[in-house]
């Protein structure tokens, strides 16, 4: 098994709280909204699409539709995570759409 990058992590800890929620809420156990391999195969591969999340294997393929959108849902808020996250550590107070560090302001002296 590869290990998770950041962005992985951020997707499998998302996916499993939805997961939680969603059994919770449905009074089911866990393995029967998603399974755990489900939950890594979306934090390792990120699909983007129903089409792409259900190419991953035959669990992937039994989702329930509201567990897949769930599942790709947590694909985009894990990346959106661990971006803001990276950006907080690098100094930056602000997510900027742009990609790009805000222009620090330079400070005039008049002597």
């Known amino acids: 098994m590869r290990k998770l990058d950041a962005v992985g992590r951020a997707i499998l800890k998302h996916a499993a709280e939805v997961r939680e929620r969603m059994a919770q809420e449905a009074d089911l156990p866990v393995f029967k909204i998603a399974p755990d391999q489900v939950l890594l195969d979306v934090a390792q591969r990120r ?3 129903i089409k792409r999340l259900r190419a ?14 769930a599942m790709l849902e947590c694909t985009l808020q894990g990346i ?4 803001y996250r990276r ?4 100094g ?7 990609g790009r560090r805000p222009r620090r302001a ?5 002597d």
């Open 92 to 98: 930056c107070s602000t997510l900027h759409l742009t």
């Open 47 to 49: 699909p983007t699409s």
């Open 56 to 69: 991953l294997g035959s669990r992937e393929r039994e989702l329930s539709t509201a567990a897949a959108d």
């Open 87 to 90: 950006r907080m550590r690098n």
């Open 80 to 83: 959106t995570r661990a971006s």
């Open 106 to 110: 330079s400070v005039v002296r008049s």
